[in-house]
Each structure stands twice: as structure tokens, then as C-alpha cells.
């Protein structure tokens, strides 16, 4: 009997899982492998057998599924998902709730103290497979990263957020951007695609 | 950096010359808005790129203070030399050496002549205004800074005598009094404020 | 939750069981339960009984080796520990049975002994209880050491009930309870400690073991209440088990994944419980993400996914109910920055309403899963069918199937297949939509009192997704229509879309075609949201029936809608849900802030501001649409306030315009009317102006296929706001106009002017007029053109210099007095007109006044005259307004014409009268009051008594025309009369005196006021003029103008100076001069008089001189004097002075002057003699 350690609190992935198994009985691999054949975090009911995204840089590691500008009146400005496409509408929904609490956060009267006044906003919520991080530059324009449901440093967090709003800075500097409108640069996009596979890599290693 | 300073001013000297001389040499009111708008939407970047990094002004006073200190030196590296406020949303920004006043200057045989004080006067008030359409741009600059922070204001500008003064009011009184045409771009604010700069 | 077992929902309470004696045990069971903590009591009658408390089942003989166990957790185990197992058994005997008869002793024993050998080989304590009816019969020592032998039990376990006595009941019952208590911790404790042992030196077979182990070890600890312990083994339990799935090898992996969660969900209520009545919200919900993450990827093959889900969404229903009844707060020593580092928790956490919506989500994957697996499974179940007689086995999460062969049933494990289709089967009975729903409504509404909005629209729309499913498509549709509003508002147009899907079916499946119509084409018109991704199959289940919002999928809906109305008209309509809802024609109706508006916008300019009426005026309508591919409009009605000025267009493709009901518009051909997309359509008509007033273009109804009406309401370039949903897209904004400034400023309505009258209406006035005299202004209206019907003429008076009324404000309450009145209009013409003016309107006021003007036909007149009186000086604008129609019929009458004149018109005062009082000749009263008033000012001049006071009036013509004064008149008021007499000196010779501009006439009247008064009204100067008639003008009326005379005082003077001198002298002939002075007191006055030399005269007698005059009497200075100069003299100037009065009276220069001739003239004297007296006198 092999003793295994494993904490609950950090879950396996699927390699994990083929590393550990020792020899089984073959029914129970075959369980196995349908069991974590299905564990990619983009994992809804749509995944039947779809294999992992290739714009993850380690698969089954924290990637980033979605980022999304919100304008002055809660209208995206930017959305970008880096998932299969069928989940765009899911995170659409969850950009969007996700906006009540940057509301609950930024303008709850008993949070005073100046250090709240700092643009990263942190957790918003964990929802189904995703984690949904916040950030609110100066000039009210909202910034929203959502993850696989990993944990995801703070300092990955604000990391990524610095650089995609330096990239969010230039795209709206350019003379033709008018203020208030989608932000529709290729440029840009391929950008943010660069900081996304990127993200984690700066600061994990 | 010396170079670039100098094609600035002379970047926004020749916009006003062209703008006021040549587009729009009939309607001189005409021209003040376009200038204006365009300082706007350079006000509106620079303060996006400006605040990164920086936590989030919690009021007013504290988008004015970097409207003085760091946006300031961004741009004149220098900083605003007086703010006073009443309180109630009025707030006086001051510059006394306002660089890009620095280089404008009377002919001087119109200055001393007292040959046909009309002619003088006319030759004095023609100079005054070229300044304040000078001028126009940096409102346009500070409103669409304070703007794009959430402070929907209007600026206007005026110079008592070289070198000009820059001085903004902002009365809370005067919410929809104030033109739509004082935002080209349209503002979200929640208030509206009211500028100038004297 | 509720679905548990009741054992496990509650905490466990420790058991005792009692035995014999039944007459008792309600009272002792009563009293241990209500203990606290309670315990719970096993009564058992009699000791027959006493079996039951037997281990049940064979015991194992040890040397056996031990066969893995079958499960990891008994179902009954807990139950059997609550209900079976006591910790204590208390034998219960009468005193009277152990004490005496020997029979019964023994019997006692024999029962002793049972019960012994019933608990014997476990941990279970014994008691003794003696129970004796009085506390006074003593038992015998030997007996009760007897019994604690028969029983092993030390004497403080053997417990003696006292039954008659009410204390001492309490007392030893009280006895009986701490007994228990101690027992029961003790025995806890023990077979915690016994389980502990082997979990510690891991002397167990298999994993399932070890986690039973926990599981008892927690649930002893429970008993005695150590949760501490409890936690720590429930979670060494929990994690344990998490190891088993990888490990453990005992089941089919399957049921497997099924047991080993069905356990985890028990350690982990178990767990969560604990923590949250413990009061550690962090930590619980902590660890309920461990559990959540540790078993959200466990779901096992996709044939039993749904289990999973069930389970999975299970979990957050059951966490979040915990959260809702144990009313959890966050805490204040809590980080206030949830989500970062110093606080890894979020808000939503702590709301039960994030659980639900889990759950819901989650109870919606499981029922895709069974879908998916139904699907799957419905080729495999005609091969082998539900197996039957499947049931829940001894084990917890695990199923059996019963297996009888005669009398013989068994219980034969399943096989995976068997397991799926049986739970499938089993699940495909139960109907998920309304358990989803209801969850989705929980967490609605708490989202809703949390003022989170988004994420409650976002459940509403699980709902409606839900609805739709369920088939229940009006409640969805109402849904989906709440939720449209924010995503509409906020521009989340993804979202929108899906939305406007679902609304889509709806409406098609509600048979409603006109809804389906209006989303089709808000969809169609929708924004492309730049992020949304390629399409492809699985979009299709993804975002909706709607498909992926791609354009070219726009476009397909839009020829749907095309198809639709299309369809009707080819009559098989049977495959469109609407087979005879569609009437002949659908109306859309778009107005400013309807959502339709992308799909089509009107905006319509005038090109000018005001026009003339029925002159051509241009307008330019413009349309847009949004929709993605071209809209050919068949025809564009233009609609007005003014029906005359709609106009309709039709395109030429159109083969046969539709007559149109309304035959009075234009009808206009157009060569193409089609709408591309984003790209303003501009026309440019030309339409006649109505009648004057207001003409506003209110809409303009495109028909599009004939069979699709819109009407959009006419927006004003200048107002128009931008789309709400596409003003976020990056694109060029074009303007509805070509001309930019029409497109700023562009109006949607235009003034139209009343035509101009061609009716002369003249004032004609003289000059500026007069106060009090009654003015006319002559009024002269004469048509040329125009015929005048139901005239009317308003005349109005204002101030000229503003202030409006005329009146001043002091004097504004009593409305008499008006400064400048309207008297009166006088129609000057023959008395035919003048009889028919009679019945007509006629208001006459202060300052305004109407007439009406009779009927005039073209080319002949009617005048009138304006009568003004004025007040006061003050200068007016006359306003004179004609309004009339142009015919008698109502429908001209309707709409008038107005012609206005103004003039101003000064008013001037036309005398300005002014007086003088002097002296009498040569006499000079002393007046008092002119002594004692030096002080004060009071300048009221004062008279003396019985002297004849000069009067001079002086009336000074300040116009610039003549005016002639008829008269000149002092009227005393009231008693006047006889107190004074004022004649008239000099006056007006020969009727009138005419005064030329800026001249002045004099009237001198005498006074003799005959009483004294300190205040005397003389009355008021009454002046009778008129303008000068020789000028011609025939105003020969009299006009009365009166001035009040100032108050005077009358008062007798003490001393009177007269002064007698003759009318002239010769040159150098001697003439005398009296001055007499006349003492009207009763008193003896002392009076000094002097003489001063002048250099014309000498004369002889004393310079100084005094005297003193008697009462009523006279003192008399006569001088002789020679004039030496020639020419009016000044006499030598005389002094008087009253000692008393200390006053000094000098005749004033005019009386003390005297001419001498230089030799004597040759007149006659009387006349001037009679002069001279008369003036004297």
C-alpha cells in the first residue's frame, strides 16, 4: 500500500495523478482517466472530451480564461476569453456579475482606511471553475482578469494587472482612440495575449 | 529634452496660429472650442497615463493636488506655484512663469509708441487675445484631466499680464448652468464643475 | 438537510437504559432529559428484556482472520450508539424485594446476573437502585452490601430511591443523575480511547477501516461533548478518505466514487456544523473550499456524471442553508480587503444566496448530464434492462440488489452497468427545473436585498433559462424581459443576445408574431461585441437558440423576419409558428427610448427656423438603420401636426403603390428608397406651410415588405442623443444632414407666421397732452384687401418709462385715482353704424379698454376717437391692437389677424402757479411769531389781522402752446368766508387773457383776515383755462385746474408802524413824513425810534428819540425833510424798536422810497391822488 500524502487543499492534476498511480487493476485506471478526463478547469457540461486549451503555457496550471475592460458605465470596452470560444457567453455573465462587487468594494462607506484606495481590488469571487480578480485604475475604467481555479498569487495578480494597464494606457493614447469607445486595436489584443500567456511566469519561477 | 521642450511650444504655438489664423480666422470663438477640445482629449490620455501606479483619489482636492504637483511637472517640470480654494468647489490654480507664455512678446515699437493710443490699444488687445487662445489649450489639458478623473469642470482662461496667471474656479453652485458645448466630448462626472483660468 | 438522518443532523446525546421497576421510568426519564446536557433513557419493563442490550449478531471469534469490511460506514452504526447502546443500565429493585423474603432475593440475583451477562464484554456500567418508600424504613447494611457484591459495583454506584418523599425523591434522583453523568463520561470515554488506540498503532486491515475509526472516535468525542477532538478526527477521517479514491480497490470504480462521496458529505456536514455553531465562519467556509476544490474534478465517467453533479450541487445547497440558519456575520476582526492576501476570503461568501446560485448552476450541469447520459444510455438498456429490486445496502453510498432463490435472499453486489442505469433510471423520475428554479429564486432574491443587481438578473435569467426548458414560456419570457433592461442599459450586447434569443422562441412558441418580429430585429441591429469567438457547433447550445452573435448570423435573422412576413402572404404559413396570429399588417412603434430604435431612427430638419403660411418651405428627413444588411422601404409616410403638409414617398420598385387612405397628401415618387447599413438615408422635400402656428413633423411610417410598418417618432437633428448601444462602438459617427450646421441645429418643428394684414390702423395725435384736459387720440382703421370681420380693437395704457400699471404704488390699493385714465372711446359716424355699436362689446377701464370695430368690406374705413385724461404729468405708450378675420364662417373665424400700433404720448402740466404774500403799503405789523420762529424753520408765512395783505398769484405756461385763462379765483373753503375776505385787485379784463408759451400771468388780490388762527386755510387758487381756440382747434372746453393755497397764521399784531408820506416832492421844497405808531395792546409799550441821515435829503428833529405809547393809542413822529436830489429818493431810513419786544420794525425799502420831481409837474392830482388812495386804503 503506497502511503500518499495529499492535501485537499491543493488538488491534483491529471499528470499528478498518472505519476502516482501504481500498478491498479485496469478498471480502476480506466475510471481514473475518465475521472480526470474531464478536469480541465474550463470543465462545464459543454467539455465532454475537449482536450486542454493550447494557450495555457503548463496545462492544468493557472492560466488566465478571460480578461475585459469595463467603461465609465459598466460597459465593456474590452473583452478577450482564452478559452474555446463556446465559453465566451459564461464568462460574459461572470465579468458582469463580478462588477457588483468591484460596486460593494469601492464604495461601501465603512471601508475608509487609504490603503483601500489601491487600484488592485484582489479576489472578487470564486465562482464555478474560475477565479475573478479586480482592479480599478484612477480613472474609474475597471479591469477584470478571471483564472482557472488555482491558487493565484497576489503578487501574479497585481503583476499582470500593471501590465496590462500600461498596455491599456497606450492603446487609449493613441490619437485616434476616441475616449468612451471599444477598444478595438489589433495591437492592443495581440498584446494582452503576450501578457496573458506570460502570466505566473514572472513571479512563480 | 531642451529640443523637445522647444517643438512642444512650438508645436502649440503654430496649432494656435493655424487654428486662429487660417481655419477659422472668422470665428475666433469657433477656434477656441476646437483648441480647447484638442488640449481635452491630450488632457484625457496624459491623465490616464499619469495616475497609473497610484492609488485612487478619494476627493477632489486630491485630483487637484496632482493636477498641481505631478501633472504639472510632467508637463512644464515645474509645479503650479498657488492653489487656493474657497471650499466650495472653487479652486484657484496659479502659475507665475507659465511656459508657454514665456515666449510670447509685444512688438516692442507698438509697446512704447504713443503715437495713436487707438491704434496702440488695438495693436494691445489683438496681442491679448493671440495669449489667451494660447491658453485655450491648457484648459482644454486641465479639464480633460480632472474629467477623465471623474470631475466633470469647465475651464476657461484668462491672464491679468504677462507672466499669465492661471487661476480655476470650480462653484458647485452652477450644476446645469453650464454648457453642453463646454464638453465636446461629453463628460460622466456625477457633478458639474465650473473652471477658469485667469 | 432535511434529507439527512435525524441522528445526524442533531448532536448525540448520551444513553442509559434503566431496568425494572416501569412504575418509574417515565418520572426518572423525564427528569434525565431534562437535565442538561440531557440524556436520553432506555426503559426497559422488566428484565426479560434485559437481552436486547446483548451485542447483536454472532460475536467473532478472534482467531477468524478478519475479511476486509464490505463498507466504510455502517448506515445504523450511529443510530444503534443513540437508541441501543447504553453507556449505563441501572437495575431498579423495591426495597421490600430485596429485603426479607428469600424467594424474591433470590429472584433479584437471577435477574442481577441476567442483566450482568447481557453487558457483559463491553464497557457498559452497572447501577444499583434501591427504591424504598420512606426515607425512614432502614434497610439492613448486609443487604446492600450483598447486592454491590452480586453486582461488582462500588457502593457509589448503588443508589438509593426514595418514592414518597418529595425531597427526598429530588434529592436522590439528583443522586441517581450525577451517577449517570460520571458514568457516561467514563464510558465515552473509554471506547474512544479503545478506537483511538487502534487508529494510533494503524492495527487495521484496510483505509475503510481507519476512517470508521475516525468517524466513532468523532462521534464518541461528540457525546462528551469534546468537539475539539471531534474536528481534529473527522477531518484525519476526511482526508483519509480523499487518499481512498486514488487508492482503495474494493468496488467498481463507480459506485466507488459514489460511497466514498456519499461519506465525505457526512464527515463534512459533520465538520461544517461544528465549525459554525462553534461560531468560525473563516474557518468553515475555509474548509469548505478545501472540500469543494478537493472533490469538484472527482466526477467519475461521464455515463455518471450527474451523480456527481447532484452530489456537488448538494454540497453548496446544504453549506449554504448551514450559512443561512446558523445567521452568520462576517467578523469585525476581519481584513475589510477581502480577496487579497491579508484576507483570502470574498463578500459573497458569506451570503447563502452565492451557495444557492452554486447549486443551481450545478443542478443544472447534472441535469445536461442526464440528458447527455439518457441519450447515450438508450441504446444500451434494451440489451439489459433496469435490473429490479435494487436497494440501499447496510453500507453508507452503496446499493445492493435483493436476490431470492425459494425462501433464501441474498444480496448480490451490482456491477457498474447495473449501478449506472439504476441511477439513472432513478434520476430520470425526478424533475429538476423546479428544484433549479427555486434556487435560483432564493438566491435572486437575497441577491436583490444585497443590492447586487448583476449577479440577481444573472439568477433571474437561470429562471428563465429554466422556464424555457420546463416549456412554462410566458414566466420566461417575462424574465428574460427584466433581464434584458440591465444588460440593454449597461451595453453588454453578448448578453443581450442570448437574451433576445430566448425572447425570441418565446414569443414564437407564445404564437406572437409581432414580438418575435421587433427582437428579430433588435438582434439583428445589435453590435457585434468585438471579443465573442468563432462560430461553431457547441455554440449553438452555448449562447442560446440564437446561435453566436456573428454577422453573419445577424443577417440570417433579419431575412427570418423577411421570411415570416413574406410567408404569410404565400399562404403556407404552417411551418412559422404563426399559422393565423399574423394580422394583415404588423405595426412597430419606435419611439425615443425604445430599443428599436438601431433598427430604424427618423430624424427630420426643417431648413428654416420660421416661414410665411403657404409659402414652400424645404424639409429634410433622414433615416438610419443599423440592420446588418440593406432594408428596401416600399413607402415613407411623413406625418405633421398639420395632416394638410404629410406627404408620402414611394419607391418606383414598387409596382403598384398602395392607394393611400389619406388622399389629401402629396404623393411622390422616389427612384430607390433603401436603407444600408449605418449610412443615413437623407431626402429633401419640399412642403407647403399650413395655417400660421406651430408645424412639427411627429413621425414617419416606413412600410418595409409590404407588410411591416414602422413608425418612428421624428426626432430634431439638435436633440438627438446617440444610440445606447452603439455609441461604444469605434466607428464614424455620420450626420443625419449634409450641412453640419443644419445637423447641429436642425429642428424638427418650425414657427409659421400669421399672414400679414392688409389693414391700416392709424393714431394720429396732437402734440403732448395736457394734465386735466380730456385728450383724444383720433383712431382711424381703413382696409385695403382685407375685409374686416368681427373686428375687435384693444386698447391698453402703460407706462412709458416701464412699471406697467398707472397707477402710484402707494395709491395702488384704491384703483380711483390712476395717473392716466381711459375715459372713453367716441366713434365719430353716422348713427347707423354708431346703433349697431350699441349691442356690441364695449369694456372700458382705467387703462384698457375693447371695442368692437364693425364690419368693414374691402377699401372703406371707420375711425374712432381715444379719450385720455391725465393726472399727473407723465409720459404713456398707447398700445392699439386690431384683431379681426376674414370671414363671418367659423372655420375663418377661427384664425385671426392681428395688426399693432404703439404711440407714446407725453403728458405735461399746463400752468405752473405759484404766490406771494407782502406787506400792506407803508405799514409794518409786527408779527410775533416772526420773532419767536427765528429758531425753528417753519416757514408758514403769517398774516396780520384787519390789515389788507398783498396777494400776488403768478400762472406761468410751461407747454409750448398757447393757452388762454379764462378766469382766476381764490375760493375760501368752508367757514373762509366771513373769517377772511379776499377781493380781487386786479384780474382778467374781457374774458380771457391769452398766455404764450413760457409767460407768466399775475393776479393780486388783497387779504384782510378778520380772526385770529395759527393755522388758516385761505382755500385753494381755482384756475379756468383752455387751449387757445384762436389756433383753430375746436377744443373750447374749460378746464378747471385748482392749487391749494398753503395754511397762513393769523395773528393781531401788539404794535403797528404805519408810515404816512406824500406821493412824491419837489426839489427843494420842504414836505413832511409821519410815522405812526399804533399800540393795539393793553399794555404801555416803550418803543425807540432812530433816523439815519442820507445825503438827499436833510431834515430837522432828533436822530434818537424814545418813547411811550398808552394802550389803544397812537404815538405820532412827524419830520420835516427837503429833498436835495432829484429821481426816486430813499428816505432817510427810519428804526423803530419795541422794547418789550425787543423787536425793531423798519418800513421796507419799496414803502420808504419817494420820487421828487425836479420841478413841478403839470398833471392833474386827482387821479394820481385817487391812485395813491386807493392803494393806501
Known sequence: MVPVDVKPSSPISPHEWAGREPSQSPELLRGLSLATGRRQPAGGRFLRSSPVTGSSPLPGGIMIVCVAVVGHQNNPLYLQSFTEADDALKLHHIVHCSLDVIDERVNNPKRSAPTLNETFLGLLYPTENYKVY???????????????????????????????????????????????????????????????????????? | MAIAESCVDAVVMEMVAVYCGGLYAAKPELAARRIEAIGFQVGHQLSERYTMERPRFSDHLEAIKFICKDFWSELFKKQIDNLKTNHRGTFVLQDNRFRWLTRVSLDPYTENTDSTENDSAALGDTAAQTTTMLLYFPCGLIRGALTNLGISCSVSADMSNLPAYLICFMPVTIIDSLPKSASPLGTHGGMDNYFWVL | MEDYPEELRTPPVSLVSIVGCPELHPSISAALSSQQPPMNTLALPDFAKASILARSGKPRDPLAPSQ???????????????????????????????????????????????????????????????????????????????????????????????????????????????????????????EGRRIKARIEKRNFASVELSIRYCFKVSIYAEFRRDWPEALKFYEEGVRVLREMIGTSTRLPPTQRLVEIKAVAEQFHFKISTLLLHAGKVVEAITWFRKHIRSYERVVGTPEVAFLHWEWFSRQFLVFGELIETTSTTIPDTLSPRFGTADNALTEWEFQPAYYYQLAATYLREKRYAIECSSSMANLTTEVNGVPESVMPSVYVGQYVR????????????????????????????????????????????????????????????????????????????????????????????????????????????????????????????????????????????????????????????????????????????????????????????????????????????????????????????????????????????VQFNQSDCNFVIHSTQEDSPPLDSNLRDQVVQDTSL??????????????????????????????????????????????????????????????????????????????????????????????????????????????????????????????????????????????????????????????????????????????????????????????????????????????VSLGYSLGSSEEEALHRLNIHRSLQIEGQIPLLVSHQFL???????????????????????????????????????????????????????????????????????????????????????????????????????????????????????????????????????????????????????????????????????????????????????????????????????????????????QLPKITVTSVRYSAALTPSASAATVFVYPSEPKFNLETSHSTSDEIVS
Open chain 3, 919 to 1129: 406787506r400792506p403799503f407803508r405799514r409794518e405789523p409786527l408779527l410775533l411769531s416772526g420773532i419767536r420762529s427765528l429758531g425753528s424753520d417753519d416757514k408758514k408765512c403769517s398774516l396780520a389781522m384787519n390789515e389788507s395783505n398783498m396777494l400776488i398769484v403768478t400762472a406761468r405756461n410751461c407747454t409750448d402752446v398757447p393757452l388762454c385763462l379764462h378766469s382766476m379765483t381764490i375760493q375760501p373753503d368752508g367757514d373762509g368766508e366771513q373769517l377772511c375776505s379776499v377781493p380781487q385787485i386786479s384780474g382778467i379784463s374781457n374774458g380771457h387773457a391769452v398766455v404764450a408759451p413760457s409767460e407768466e400771468y399775475k393776479g393780486i388780490f388783497s387779504v384782510n383776515p378778520r380772526a385770529i388762527s395759527t393755522n388758516f386755510n385761505l382755500g385753494e387758487i381755482c384756475l379756468n383755462w383752455s387751449r387757445d381756440s384762436s389756433l383753430g382747434e375746436d377744443q373750447d372746453r374749460l378746464i378747471i385746474m385748482k392749487e391749494q393755497l398753503p395754511e397762513v397764521s393769523i395773528e393781531e399784531p401788539p404794535l403797528v408802524v404805519g408810515m404816512e408820506c406824500p406821493p412824491y416832492a419837489i426839489l427843494g421844497i420842504p414836505f413832511t413824513i409821519y410815522v405812526k405808531i399804533h399800540n393795539s395792546t393793553s399794555l404801555l409799550q416803550e418803543i425807540k425810534y432812530s433816523l439815519v441821515d442820507s445825503q438827499n435829503f436833510v431834515f430837522s428833529g432828533a436822530h434818537n428819540h424814545a418813547a411811550f405809547i398808552l394802550p389803544k393809542s397812537e404815538h405820532i413822529v412827524s419830520h420835516k425833510l427837503v429833498p436835495l436830489g432829484s429821481g426816486s429818493q
Open chain 3, 402 to 637: 435483493l436476490f431470492e432463490q425459494g425462501d433464501t435472499v441474498s444480496v448480490l453486489p451490482l456491477s457498474d452497468t447495473e449501478y449506472t442505469s439504476y441511477a439513472l433510471s432513478e434520476a430520470e423520475r425526478f424533475q429538476d427545473s423546479y428544484e433549479i428554479i427555486a434556487l435560483f429564486r432564493k438566491a435572486y432574491e437575497s441577491f436583490q436585498s444585497l443590492g447586487a443587481t448583476r449577479m440577481a438578473s444573472a439568477c433571474s435569467g437561470g429562471m428563465a433559462i429554466e422556464y424555457y426548458a420546463a416549456g412554462d414560456f410566458s414566466n420566461a419570457k417575462q424574465l428574460f424581459d427584466s433581464v434584458a433592461g440591465l444588460y440593454r442599459q449597461e451595453g453588454w450586447t453578448t448578453l443581450l443576445w442570448e437574451n433576445l434569443g430566448y425572447l425570441r422562441e418565446c414569443s414564437m412558441k407564445l404564437n406572437s408574431p409581432k414580438d418575435f418580429i421587433s427582437y428579430s430585429l433588435e438582434m439583428a441591429a445589435l453590435p457585434l461585441f468585438s471579443g465573442s469567438g468563432a462560430e461553431n457547433r457547441e455554440n449553438k447550445i452555448k449562447s442560446g437558440p440564437a446561435g453566436s452573435p456573428t454577422i453573419s448570423r445577424r443577417e440570417n435573422i433579419q431575412q427570418e423576419v423577411i421570411n415570416v412576413l413574406e410567408r404569410k402572404q404565400s399562404s403556407e404559413g404552417t411551418d412559422d409558428g404563426f399559422n393565423n396570429a399574423m394580422e394583415e399588417v404588423t405595426h412597430l412603434d419606435i419611439d425615443q427610448i425604445s430599443p428599436l430604435r438601431m433598427v430604424l431612427t427618423a430624424s427630420v430638419a426643417f431648413h428654416d427656423q420660421s416661414v410665411k403660411p403657404g409659402s414652400p418651405l424645404l424639409v429634410s428627413v433622414s433615416l438610419l438603420s443599423h440592420l446588418p444588411s440593406p432594408v428596401v422601404v416600399d413607402q415613407l409616410e
Open chain 3, 674 to 879: 433603401t436603407l444600408f447599413t449605418n449610412r443615413w438615408m437623407r431626402l429633401t422635400h419640399e412642403v407647403k406651410s399650413g395655417q400660421s402656428g406651430k408645424l412639427e413633423c411627429l413621425s414617419v411610417k416606413a412600410t418595409i415588405h409590404k407588410h411591416l410598418v414602422i413608425c418612428c417618432h421624428a426626432e430634431s437633428p439638435a436633440s438627438m442623443e446617440d444610440f445606447p448601444l452603439w455609441k461604444f462602438e469605434n466607428q464614424v459617427e455620420t450626420l443625419p444632414t449634409k450641412d453640419t450646421a443644419l445637423a447641429f441645429s436642425g429642428q424638427k418643428l418650425i414657427q409659421v407666421e400669421e399672414p400679414d394684414a392688409q389693414v391700416d390702423l392709424v393714431l394720429n395725435s396732437a402734440g403732448p397732452a395736457l394734465v386735466g384736459e380730456l385728450f383724444t387720440v383720433p383712431v382711424t382703421i381703413e382696409s385695403k384687401g382685407h375685409a374686416v370681420h368681427s373686428g375687435e380693437l384693444k386698447i391698453n395704457l402703460v407706462d412709458a418709462r416701464g412699471g406697467g400699471l398707472l397707477l402710484s404704488p402707494r395709491e395702488a390699493e384704491d384703483s380711483e385715482s390712476h395717473h392716466v385714465e381711459l375715459l372713453g372711446v367716441s366713434t365719430v359716424s353716422e348713427d347707423k353704424e354708431s346703433k349697431e355699436e350699441a349691442d356690441s362689446i364695449r369694456k372700458i377701464q382705467y387703462s384698457f379698454g375693447v371695442v368692437s370695430v364693425p364690419t368693414l368690406s374691402v377699401g372703406d374705413s371707420w375711425s374712432c376717437k381715444l379719450e385720455i385724461k391725465w393726472h399727473r404729468a407723465k409720459s404713456v405708450m398707447l398700445y
Open chain 1, 134 to 205: 479586480g482592479y480599478l485604475t484612477n480613472t474609474k475604467v475597471k479591469f477584470i482578469m478571471v483564472t482557472t481555479d488555482l491558487e493565484v498569487k497576489d503578487a501574479d495578480a497585481r503583476n499582470f494587472f500593471r501590465k496590462f494597464h500600461a498596455a491599456y494606457v497606450d492603446a487609449v493614447s493613441n490619437p485616434f482612440h476616441v475616449p468612451g469607445k471599444k477598444i478595438a486595436s489589433r495591437s492592443f489584443g495581440a498584446r494582452v495575449s503576450t501578457i496573458v500567456k506570460s502570466f505566473g511566469s514572472g513571479t512563480t519561477s
Open chain 3, 68 to 190: 476486509p469490511p464490505a463498507g466504510i460506514l455502517k448506515k445504523d452504526w450511529l443510530l444503534k450508539h443513540r437508541t441501543r447502546v447504553p453507556a449505563a443500565v441501572a437495575a431498579l429493585f423495591r426495597a421490600d424485594q430485596v429485603s426479607g423474603d428469600p424467594a424474591q432475593w433470590l429472584q433479584a440475583c437471577s435477574d442481577l446476573e441476567n442483566l450482568k451477562s447481557a453487558i457483559q464484554g463491553k464497557n457498559t456500567k452497572l447501577v444499583v437502585v434501591l427504591v424504598q418508600a420512606q426515607a425512614s424504613d432502614e434497610l439492613s447494611e448486609d443487604v446492600t452490601v450483598a447486592l454491590r457484591k452480586h453486582a461488582e459495583i462500588d457502593s457509589k454506584h448503588l443508589v438509593v430511591l426514595v418514592e414518597h418523599d418529595e425531597a427526598e425523591w429530588n434529592r436522590s434522583l439528583n443522586k441517581l443523575k450525577n451517577v449517570f453523568v460520571e458514568l457516561c463520561a467514563a464510558f465515552y470515554k473509554e
